[in-house]
């Protein structure tokens, strides 16, 4: 794991220096004069071999110092914009995963038990829909409905800027709730719901078809039939020898969706100006803004990687056979 | 010769099959398997047809195959079919920039015409060509790249199987479309190649997996075992009796990458790191172009977002219902 953190941050220090223009003509512009580029170069030190660049930054990169955001927030520093900004992305991205399983679990499970009935057909085919609609044109088609046309439902943002709420936390569900400011916790609620949705549409459609093929799987295996021929109850078959071992897989593939909301948060961000990571990686592209660019990409991938060895561990937890290898 | 009563050898056949009639959607990818290797056609007919009789019968997969057939022959026909030149501003004079940017539908033109006064109906009949393309080519250059990679990784293993995967392990690191969009913003002068390959990169580690694990599950199976022991060289081993078994479940990846491939375009589209020649239309460059819009002009988002969603859905319920066909477990 730490080996792919390395290689990571060789290759985003070498993309960085192989984007078109580089950093000197993203800071000073295509037009600056020959001695103006020669001056911020050598101040920026390009002007030393490739392992010396490498090494200063890492060294910077290990501080937090990833230098000033140019595009995003001008001037904020790039590190810090990350630092604001995440809770922001957690919200929704925990709203969205949490609504996605909740939804996507028990109706796998009931379309397995009734396999190949018009209710089985339908979610399937539903939950490939859900995978075949682009993220950012189905958020566009939630806030074009139900927030423009509708009005039921804020159009963007996290909160009504006339709130005036207590922060603690900066996830601000949890914040109006622990400062017993109840409005201030269900207007956040409510501007969760559209984006949530639009982010969770995708997960839910790979945790629905996994739970429904795990059911399937199991359902077959000798031991469920072991627990049928000595007569226990449909409940206790259902709950401790089906469900529990259907949901070894879908643990898995909850970890595995970590990178697929990231990319969704992008999108779906940028639609409703959330004002959390996505739409922070999704302006720095619009607008070159390199500094904040390195910062996400680099604390994404490592994101992914933690979460992934988190899973590992919660399947160890989870799975005594694994243990004993 | 491969062993007709391996299983494998039974998903390859199935897959044949079931991609020559899905009319086209996978004879892109289809072609580059004969290039790998080539399966025997004798024996086994009844097998064919039970297989065939199996997705016949599923509705899932005609309407997946139907879709995706009827889009292949649009792109194929689409210039004899489009009413108008799809490059030319024919409803230009009714383009008012302030008070009406976007000229409505009138008779002759039933989606109406874009900001530069192109009619959108034409643009959406010819754009399936160039969709189709985008598509194909992305999903062929990745399935090409992770062919290479996998094979690398699962015919040699070791140490040769340990630097690649742990490549691919870096790749899966970084989040599929983050990454297609870093690799594109590196194009000095983007256009429709910057986003094929773009996109096929994302690819590379998906098949190269998908490809090792197949490898190597059989590098231990009996009719690998039979080739060494008859001397058959490494080579011939790896290309004619592995590689061609491997595929099976690496074609129907292709079919859902390749509809993966085409919302991915307009996704980068969308994050401004698309094509930016909007001369030959193309479904995610006009759903990517048309957010300017978007609030005062929703149609012009949402026709070419319906053909996306219809051909990607066509695909992806082809490849679902083929995979599901071709697991073991699943045939009961």
Same mark, same amino acid.
């Given at each position: 794991?730490?080996?792919?953190?390395?290689?990571?941050?060789?290759?985003?220090?070498?993309?960085?220096?192989?984007?078109?223009?580089?950093?000197?003509?993203?800071?000073?512009?295509?037009?600056?004069?020959?001695?103006?580029?020669?001056?911020?170069?050598?101040?920026?030190? #390009?002007?030393?071999?490739?392992?010396?660049?490498?090494?200063?930054?890492?060294?910077?990169?290990?501080?937090?110092?990833?230098?000033?955001?140019?595009?995003?927030?001008?001037?904020?520093?790039?590190?810090?914009?990350?630092?604001? %900004?995440?809770?922001?992305?957690?919200?929704?991205? #925990?709203?969205?995963?949490?609504?996605?399983?909740?939804?996507?679990?028990?109706?796998?499970?009931?379309?397995?038990?009734?396999?190949?009935?018009?209710?089985?057909? #339908?979610?399937?085919?539903?939950?490939?829909?859900?995978?075949?609609?682009?993220?950012?044109?189905?958020?566009?088609?939630?806030?074009?409905?139900?927030?423009?046309?509708?009005?039921?439902?804020?159009?963007?943002?996290?909160?009504?800027?006339?709130?005036?709420?207590? %922060?603690?936390?900066?996830?601000?569900?949890?914040?109006?709730?622990?400062?017993?400011?109840?409005?201030?916790?269900?207007?956040?609620?409510?501007?969760?719901?559209?984006?949530?949705?639009?982010?969770?549409?995708?997960?839910?459609?790979?945790?629905?078809?996994?739970?429904?093929?795990?059911?399937?799987? =199991?359902?077959?295996?000798?031991?469920?039939?072991?627990?049928?021929?000595?007569?226990?109850? %449909?409940?206790?078959?259902?709950?401790?020898? =089906?469900?529990?071992?259907?949901?070894?897989?879908?643990?898995?593939?909850?970890?595995?969706?970590?990178?697929?909301?990231?990319?969704?948060?992008?999108?779906?961000? %940028?639609?409703?100006?959330?004002?959390?990571?996505?739409?922070?990686?999704?302006?720095?592209?619009?607008?070159?803004?390199?500094?904040?660019?390195?910062?996400?990409?680099?604390?994404?991938?490592?994101?992914?990687?933690?979460?992934?060895?988190?899973?590992?561990?919660?399947?160890?937890?989870?799975?005594?056979?694994?243990?004993?290898? | 010769?491969?062993?007709?009563?391996?299983?494998?050898?039974?998903?390859?056949?199935?897959?044949?099959?079931?991609?020559?009639?899905?009319?086209?959607?996978?004879?892109?990818?289809?072609?580059?398997?004969?290039?790998?290797?080539?399966?025997?056609?004798?024996?086994?007919?009844?097998?064919?047809?039970?297989?065939?009789?199996?997705?016949?019968?599923?509705? +899932?997969?005609?309407?997946?195959?139907?879709?995706?057939?009827?889009?292949?022959?649009?792109?194929?026909?689409?210039?004899?079919?489009?009413?108008?030149?799809?490059?030319?501003?024919?409803?230009?004079?009714?383009?008012?920039?302030?008070?009406? !940017?976007?000229?409505?539908?009138?008779?002759?033109?039933?989606?109406?015409?874009?900001?530069?006064?192109?009619?959108?109906?034409?643009?959406?009949?010819?754009?399936?060509?160039?969709?189709?393309?985008?598509?194909?080519?992305?999903?062929?250059?990745?399935?090409?790249?992770?062919?290479?990679?996998?094979?690398?990784?699962?015919?040699?293993?070791?140490?040769?199987?340990?630097?690649?995967?742990?490549?691919?392990? +870096?790749?899966?690191?970084?989040?599929?479309?983050?990454?297609?969009?870093?690799?594109?913003?590196?194009?000095?002068?983007?256009?429709?190649?910057?986003?094929?390959?773009?996109?096929?990169?994302?690819?590379?580690?998906?098949?190269?997996?998908?490809?090792?694990?197949?490898?190597?599950?059989?590098?231990?199976?009996?009719?690998?075992?039979?080739?060494?022991?008859?001397?058959?060289?490494?080579?011939?081993?790896?290309?004619?009796?592995?590689?061609?078994?491997?595929?099976?479940?690496?074609?129907?990846?292709?079919?859902? +990458?390749?509809?993966?491939?085409?919302?991915?375009?307009?996704?980068?589209?969308?994050?401004?790191?698309?094509?930016?020649?909007?001369?030959? !239309?193309?479904?995610?460059?006009?759903?990517?172009?048309?957010?300017?819009?978007?609030?005062?002009?929703?149609?012009?988002?949402?026709?070419?977002?319906?053909?996306?969603?219809?051909?990607?859905?066509?695909?992806?319920?082809?490849?679902?219902?083929?995979?599901?066909?071709?697991?073991?477990?699943?045939?009961?």
């Amino acid at each position: 794991m730490v080996g792919v953190v390395i290689v990571l941050s060789m290759l985003v220090f070498l993309w960085l220096r192989s984007l078109p223009g580089g950093t000197v003509s993203a800071m000073l512009g295509e037009r600056a004069t020959p001695a103006r580029r020669a001056a911020l170069e050598k101040a920026l030190g #390009l002007d030393q071999p490739i392992y010396v660049q490498y090494w200063e930054f890492v060294k910077r990169a290990a501080q937090g110092k990833f230098g000033a955001s140019t595009g995003v927030q001008a001037g904020t520093d790039a590190f810090d914009i990350f630092l604001q %900004r995440f809770p922001a992305t957690i919200e929704l991205a #925990l709203f969205s995963i949490v609504l996605a399983i909740v939804i996507g679990i028990p109706l796998g499970y009931l379309a397995a038990r009734r396999r190949a009935s018009w209710f089985d057909n #339908l979610s399937v085919v539903g939950s490939l829909i859900g995978v075949a609609v682009p993220v950012f044109f189905l958020a566009f088609l939630l806030k074009y409905f139900f927030a423009i046309q509708l009005h039921w439902l804020p159009v963007s943002g996290r909160q009504d800027s006339g709130i005036d709420a207590t %922060r603690i936390t900066g996830f601000f569900v949890l914040d109006g709730l622990l400062t017993r400011e109840w409005d201030s916790a269900w207007d956040a609620l409510k501007h969760l719901i559209l984006p949530g949705l639009a982010l969770a549409t995708i997960p839910f459609a790979v945790i629905f078809r996994i739970t429904r093929a795990a059911v399937l799987d =199991v359902m077959d295996e000798d031991y469920v039939r072991t627990a049928e021929s000595k007569g226990l109850t %449909r409940r206790v078959i259902r709950g401790r020898h =089906v469900l529990r071992n259907a949901l070894l897989p879908v643990v898995t593939t909850i970890g595995l969706q970590t990178g697929g909301l990231l990319v969704g948060a992008v999108l779906t961000e %940028r639609v409703f100006s959330w004002g959390g990571l996505g739409e922070a990686t999704a302006l720095s592209f619009e607008r070159r803004d390199y500094a904040v660019l390195q910062v996400l990409l680099l604390m994404f991938a490592i994101t992914f990687v933690v979460i992934n060895l988190l899973v590992d561990i919660a399947y160890a937890v989870i799975d005594p056979r694994i243990r004993t290898r | 010769m491969p062993n007709p009563l391996n299983p494998n050898t039974r998903k390859q056949r199935i897959d044949d099959l079931a991609a020559s009639s899905a009319g086209g959607g996978v004879a892109l990818a289809d072609r580059s398997v004969g290039d790998a290797g080539h399966v025997e056609e004798s024996a086994g007919v009844s097998l064919i047809a039970s297989a065939w009789r199996r997705l016949r019968g599923n509705p +899932v997969f005609l309407l997946g195959a139907t879709i995706s057939a009827l889009f292949v022959l649009l792109a194929i026909f689409s210039p004899l079919l489009a009413p108008h030149d799809p490059t030319a501003r024919l409803l230009i004079d009714q383009v008012r920039p302030q008070s009406n !940017p976007i000229p409505g539908a009138q008779p002759g033109y039933p989606l109406g015409a874009d900001s530069v006064g192109r009619d959108i109906f034409s643009r959406l009949i010819v754009g399936s060509r160039q969709t189709l393309v985008v598509g194909v080519l992305a999903t062929l250059f990745g399935f090409a790249g992770g062919l290479t990679l996998g094979t690398l990784a699962g015919a040699f293993g070791n140490w040769v199987d340990s630097l690649v995967m742990r490549l691919v392990d +870096v790749m899966l690191s970084i989040p599929s479309l983050l990454l297609a969009v870093s690799i594109a913003a590196l194009a000095s002068k983007p256009s429709q190649w910057t986003v094929i390959i773009a996109i096929a990169v994302v690819q590379v580690p998906i098949f190269a997996r998908l490809l090792r694990g197949s490898l190597l599950a059989q590098r231990s199976s009996d009719h690998v075992l039979a080739a060494r022991a008859l001397g058959v060289k490494r080579s011939a081993i790896v290309f004619r009796h592995m590689l061609p078994n491997a595929l099976g479940p690496v074609i129907v990846q292709a079919t859902l +990458v390749l509809a993966g491939a085409i919302i991915d375009a307009a996704a980068l589209s969308f994050l401004g790191v698309g094509n930016p020649d909007d001369r030959q !239309p193309e479904w995610g460059q006009m759903l990517g172009a048309a957010q300017e819009y978007i609030y005062d002009h929703p149609a012009l988002a949402i026709w070419p977002a319906l053909c996306i969603i219809t051909v990607a859905l066509g695909f992806t319920l082809m490849g679902e219902s083929l995979r599901e066909a071709l697991d073991p477990k699943s045939r009961r």
